[in-house]
Structure formats: structure tokens, C-alpha cells
């Protein structure tokens, strides 16, 4: 869960807007605190909720930059309508909020036009004249731009700052270090930021995501442990922990933490996590327990092709390739030309299943939309050291 919901500030809003409700006056709450419970009611699934008590914020507070960017984002986000957000964002008052700033230039980057989102951000940054506010700026965008897997742009960003020996620079240059695949770098990082603060969850979990990236898997459950020895019930952590115990095929001890994942976290998406527990039940030969899962996976998912790809690959990586197999045909057929997700097992499944001509059209679509995945899928099936862009002309072994 949030941390920031299970504090007593939160909880304190939280019960003065439901005695409100009551029609109790216990209390007064403003634009940010209603946005706040917004975003709770998001993260529990409350979608009615939520939405009611959105339209509620902005009709009290017109013009707040807090609800108004926060509908603006379901409009680009879950909606796809750039128009509906760029009408709400109009609304805003205070075009110099940071949160406003970074509502235009995810806008912007929703459209693909990185050059006029950064050209947008910059020119904020040049009206403002306090050096301390640049600095603190700088790091911000900085990691506006680590949230959207755009390392360059935000290596050039934290260059930016003066503020070089500041806590959240060194937060900032451990997430760039990792995003760039520099994982012991970034463990260094946060292993100086642990020696100040030991009981820094978030710390905790960070160094262990970067351990499982570089397949330090004994080392991630290692920090996982910390992390759950500060808090029993962090999500974050327990999930880690899992996904690094499944790395080292503890498929037992893996489920154990995916259940009490379960029991922490029992709403909203939790699909890739029951896909997971579906995965190694239908490897423990549990298929009926496994297909709950994985129909629950697909109840609860807010993207349900890519999670019914995500099943077919389970369940082709545990032997079942016809139904792996129909399932990818009629899920990728739907999707849209550019996506990328599947193509490789396809192609896999038609060499399995004999079926020639399917495997060599697969084969061809898989290449040009995703090398990386058709290298881990098929490189075994052509002379060592083949160029991916040449299986579609090579002999098969």
C-alpha cells in the first residue's frame, strides 16, 4: 500500500471527508487533501468513488491545479482523449505549478513529440531566477523524465543542478545509473544513501530491484528481508522478494510471498502477479487452481490483450503449445500494428505444431517488431551467431 495512506494525516483527511459525507461539518478540506482521496479511491479500485469525488473537488475549487490535472490524466491516460485532457489543463490557474507543467508535457509526450515536451519544460526553467529553485527544479525534471524511460533527457537534466551532494541528487543519479543498466553503480548509491538512513524502506527495495535486474537474486531476498523487517507488510517488498525467489526456481517458498502479496494487496490490477502464481501452478501440474488465476488475471486487468499474451506464454512455457498457440493467433490478430508483445512465441509455437508457412509470416512479423524476443525464442533454431534479421532466409537446423 501507499505509505502515504497509512499515516495519520492521511487517515485524519480521509475520516474528515467521510463525516463530511455524513453531513457532519468536522472539518474543512482543500483542493489537494480531496485529491488525495481521489487517488486512494483509485488505488482501491473505487472507480465510482473516485470520479464523484473528483467532480466534487473541482465544482468547490474551480481552477485547482490538483483535481483538474488529476481528470486531465484519466482523460489521457485510461480515456486516450488528448482533446478532453487539453480542455481540463485550460482550466488550471496557475500555469507556474510544477504539476501543471508536467500535466503539458506528458500531453505532449502522449503524441510522441519529446523535442516540444522538453523545449516546453525548459522554457519554465529559463523564467525562473532563483538559483536554489532551478537546482531543485532540474532534479525534479530529471526524474519527471526517469518516469517515462528517457535516460538521456534526464542525464541532461541533472547536470543541470548545482545541488550535487543533496539527498534527492543522489536519489536521482541512482534511478539514472539503474535506467541505464548501470546496476552496481547504482547499488553504491544506494548503499551510502542506507549507511545515513538504514530504515528507508523505499532504499531497501530499490537496491533489491536492482539486484534482480542483474540477477543477484540471494542479494535482492537479502534487502527484501531488511525491508520486511521494518515493515511486515510492505508490498513492494514482499513482491520482490518473490519475483527474486522465483528467479531461483524456489517456486514454494515464491508462492508463499505471492499469497501474502495477495492477502496485502486484494484489489485493483493485480494481474501479472496471478499470472505468476498461475505460472507455477500449472508447472506443479495444478491445472484447475491454475486456471483460476489466470481468469481472475483477466477479470481484473486494465489491459486485457496484453495479459491474455502474458497467459499464452505461461502456458506455452509450460508445455501446453496448442492452447498457447490459439490463444496468441486470435489476441494478436486484434491488436494494433505496432505492437510487439507475442510475435516470437507465435512463431514458436507454429515451428512446434509443424505448421510451416504460419511459422515462416510469424517469423517475419517477430523480427521487425521485436529482435530481442525473437533471439530468446528462436536462436536455437539457426547456426550459432545468425543475424536475427537473416532467420527468415537461414536453413533451420
Request: aromatic share 12%; proline share 3%.
Amino acid at each position: 500500500m501507499d505509505k502515504y495512506y497509512q499515516t495519520a494525516k492521511f487517515k485524519a483527511i480521509l475520516n474528515t471527508y467521510n463525516e463530511l459525507l455524513k453531513g457532519n461539518n468536522s472539518g474543512t478540506l482543500d483542493a489537494e487533501d480531496l485529491t488525495d482521496i481521489c487517488e486512494y479511491y483509485h488505488y482501491k479500485g473505487m472507480v465510482k468513488e473516485m470520479m464523484y469525488t473528483l467532480n466534487y473537488a473541482i465544482n468547490i475549487f474551480p481552477g485547482a491545479v490538483a483535481p483538474l490535472a488529476l481528470k486531465a490524466r484519466i482523460e489521457l491516460f485510461n480515456n486516450n482523449d488528448i482533446k478532453a485532457a487539453l480542455t481540463l489543463a485550460e482550466e488550471i490557474e496557475d500555469t507556474n505549478d510544477i504539476e501543471y507543467i508536467y500535466l503539458m508535457a506528458e500531453i505532449l509526450l502522449s503524441q510522441d513529440k519529446v523535442n516540444e515536451a522538453n523545449s516546453f519544460i525548459e522554457d519554465r526553467y529559463n523564467n525562473i531566477f532563483e538559483q536554489q529553485e532551478k537546482d531543485e527544479y532540474a532534479i525534479d525534471i530529471a526524474n519527471f523524465f526517469l518516469d517515462y524511460s528517457m535516460p538521456l533527457l534526464a542525464k541532461a537534466w541533472l547536470s543541470k543542478t548545482n545541488q550535487k551532494d543533496t539527498k534527492d541528487f543522489h536519489e536521482a543519479s541512482a534511478r539514472l545509473l539503474k535506467e541505464e543498466g548501470k546496476y552496481e553503480e547504482s547499488e553504491t548509491i544506494y548503499n551510502h544513501l542506507l549507511d545515513n538512513n538504514p530504515y528507508s524502506i523505499e532504499y531497501w527495495n530499490e537496491l533489491s530491484q536492482n539486484q534482480i535486474l542483474h540477477k543477484d537474486y540471494n542479494g535482492a531476498v537479502n534487502s527484501c528481508e531488511y525491508a520486511i523487517a521494518i515493515n511486515p507488510e510492505d508490498e513492494d517488498a514482499i513482491l520482490n522478494k518473490a519475483t527474486a525467489l522465483f528467479a531461483l526456481n524456489n517456486y514454494d517458498d515464491a508462492l508463499k510471498c505471492y499469497y501474502r502479496y495477495k492477502e496485502i494487496v486484494s484489489f485493483g490490477d493485480t494481474s501479472s502477479v496471478d499470472i505468476t502464481i498461475g505460472h507455477i501452478l500449472l508447472y506443479q501440474g495444478k491445472e484447475k487452481e491454475a486456471k483460476n488465476y489466470f481468469e481472475h488475471a483477466y477479470m481484473v486487468s486494465e489491459d486485457k490483450p496484453n495479459t491474455m499474451i502474458h497467459i499464452a506464454i505461461s502456458s506455452f512455457e509450460n508445455g501446453y503449445t496448442n492452447y498457447a498457440y490459439n490463444t496468441l493467433k486470435a489476441v494478436i490478430g486484434n491488436c494494433e500494428e505496432r505492437w510487439k508483445t507475442g510475435y516470437a512465441y507465435l512463431a514458436r509455437c507454429c515451428y512446434e505444431l509443424k505448421l510451416e508457412d504460419e511459422f515462416k509470416k510469424y517469423l517475419a512479423v517477430a523480427i521487425k517488431r521485436n529482435p530481442d524476443e525473437s533471439v530468446d525464442l528462436l536462436a536455437d533454431l539457426f547456426p550459432d551467431g545468425t543475424d536475427p534479421n537473416n532467420y527468415p532466409t537461414t536453413p533451420l537446423l
